[in-house]
């Protein structure tokens, strides 16, 4: 009798121990904050949309799960996945909500290498039915329009109707690409951003699109008897033939490079004047679409690395309440060094060493994603070769998009190679109470700091610029190399508060000396 008491308690602990599977389609339709359990194929892994960020489908629906304050680790396409969280409509997109600190909340990988859910076919109007939001779906229609502001968003039409196709940060996707007039096929997940339903690609094996445009050059730079050419898409090397299809006037090129999956020409002249030109002719890409003619008149001093910077806009810059761009918060900033005569361009794609060298100085504002081993390495070596760099971090626990990872963290993967590394604290004061004498502190005085980190200075190559009452450091600056490096704990005083509408910015351009410190940094780095 003991026995088979002790039998149908383990069978009642053994039926309560498993969690009550809801199907994704019935959570879709409950109320915000219910916490419920889900399992499904992972449709879209960790790291396309951002490492705590995954989709999930079963027969009946597809949802975003998002995981606040950690990441996704080892979850790969095609895992069956099995998670507990809570429900939240996050800017209208469903999402099942996972914290990190909740001891309730979980996932686990129940099998792996699972065949991947064959792509729902919808007309292009669906694209805006909400019905499909986190299913994972196919489509086809012509490229009817690009916006003007955000070329990551790509209206297309097979007929039925438009509906939008949107390339997110992270997945390596490049929206010059594609034109209007040109037929895209695309697979994704269906999402939502307020009033906006979108089609989001995973990465650029999702796309496939006519190419009947020729390439065209995206930017080009000077670096010694070097002419570095980037194009908007792959080139066909066999399209270059020295001092022929490719000719500068009144020089002479020895060689020549290509790099970044062919997209940067890099030209090696016996020597440059301001009277040379860069003749482009007949240059093709992969599928034989040719250039005409491009003629660029080449000038020395204007078209040299020396006078470019790059903002970084690839690691979360927009996350949350963040605009560190220069189109948005950062604009007086991006302003103030082109009235120093310099050109100034973003990056909305992974660092690259090549790239790199077509800038003198790299800035990169608060980021909010992890760089990826390779752009480490490419940022270090760019500093080391002698490029600048001015790293602008945020207070600790400043995780605005909730995958584990602030600025402090993200930036501490390696400036300890330039001997400091950030806090990760919170400092307020304004303003500070140290400023001490630098080239880049000349005539400041009044400099404030909301909400940043202090700076822990690792050695004496290290110069303190600014400090808070209790001599803890803000601002540092160093070199490494033969390359500079300026530090600052904290993305206010260069915000300007123009961001996007609901951003809740703080306009510390206007703040006593901040622009001119930004300004006295830009010139320094120029040197």
């Keep these: 009798m003991r026995k088979f008491i002790t039998l149908i308690i383990i069978i009642i602990l053994t039926t309560l121990s498993f969690a009550t599977i809801s199907d994704i389609s019935k959570v879709r339709e409950l109320k915000d904050l219910q916490t419920v359990t889900i399992r499904g194929i992972v449709t879209v892994e960790p790291g396309p949309f951002d490492v705590n960020i995954i989709f999930l489908q079963d027969k009946t629906g597809g949802i975003n799960l998002y995981f606040r304050g950690g990441q996704f680790e080892n979850v790969e396409r095609g895992d069956l996945v099995e998670a507990k969280g809570y429900l939240w409509t996050h800017r209208n997109n469903k999402e099942l909500v996972l914290e990190k600190d909740n001891s309730s909340h979980y996932y686990k990988i129940i099998s792996k290498n699972n065949p991947l859910p064959e792509p729902i076919k919808i007309k292009t109007v669906d694209i805006n039915n909400e019905n499909y939001e986190g299913m994972f779906l196919k489509v086809k229609g012509k490229i009817v329009e690009i916006d003007k502001f955000d070329m990551r968003k790509i209206y297309i039409d097979d007929g039925s109707g438009k509906g939008m196709v949107f390339i997110r940060e992270n997945t390596g996707i490049n929206p010059s690409f ?18 906006y339903y979108e089609l989001w690609p995973r990465n650029m094996n999702d796309i496939h699109v006519d190419d009947v445009f020729p390439p065209e050059v995206k930017t080009y730079s000077i670096k010694d008897n070097y002419i570095y050419v980037e194009f908007n898409e792959q080139i066909f090397e066999n399209s270059i033939i020295l001092n022929k299809t490719v000719r ?29 030109k ?25 078209d040299s690395y020396a006078n470019r910077v790059l903002f970084d806009n690839n690691h979360g810059q927009t996350a949350g309440n963040a605009d560190w761009v220069i189109n948005g918060g950062y604009s007086d900033f991006a302003d103030a060094a082109k009235n120093l005569g310099l050109k100034v361009e973003e990056i909305k794609e992974d660092f690259n060493e ?53 600025s402090p963290k993200i930036f501490n993967t390696f400036v300890e190679n330039f001997g400091f590394k950030f806090a990760g604290d919170d400092l307020e004061e304004a303003p500070l109470a140290y400023v001490y004498n630098h080239e880049i502190t000349k005539g400041i005085k009044k400099i404030g700091v909301w909400n940043g980190s202090s700076i822990k200075v690792l050695n004496d190559k290290v110069k303190v610029l600014i400090a808070n009452s209790e001599n803890k450091p803000y601002m540092v600056v160093t070199t490494y190399g033969k390359g500079k490096v300026v530090a600052i704990g904290d993305s206010s005083p260069f915000d300007d508060g123009t961001g996007d509408t609901g951003d809740l910015l703080h306009n510390g351009w206007q703040w006593g000396d901040d622009a001119q410190l930004a300004i006295n940094t830009i010139k320094y780095l120029t040197k």
């Excluded at 594609?178 to 009033?195: D, P, R, W």
């Excluded at 240059?283 to 679409?289: G, L, T, V």
Aim: no cysteine; glycine share 8%.
């Design 178 to 195: 594609f034109k209007v007039g040109i037929n895209m096929e695309a697979v994704g997940v269906l999402g939502q951003y307020m009033s």
């Design 248 to 276: 500068v006037l009144k020089s002479n090129i020895l060689e020549y490079e290509l790099s970044m999956d062919n997209k940067i020409l890099k030209l090696k002249l016996d020597s440059l004047n301001n009277a040379s």
């Design 278 to 302: 860069l003749v482009l002719r007949s240059i093709s890409d992969k599928n034989n679409n040719k250039m005409g003619m491009k003629i660029i008149k080449l000038n020395l001093e204007k």
């Design 354 to 406: 090549d790239i790199l060298n077509m800038y003198k100085i790299l800035i990169i504002p608060e980021p909010n994603k992890p760089f990826k081993d390779f752009e480490i390495s490419a940022i270090l070596k760019f500093v080391k070769n002698g490029g600048s760099l001015f790293i602008i971090s945020d207070h600790g626990n400043s995780d605005r998009n909730g995958n584990g990872w602030d």
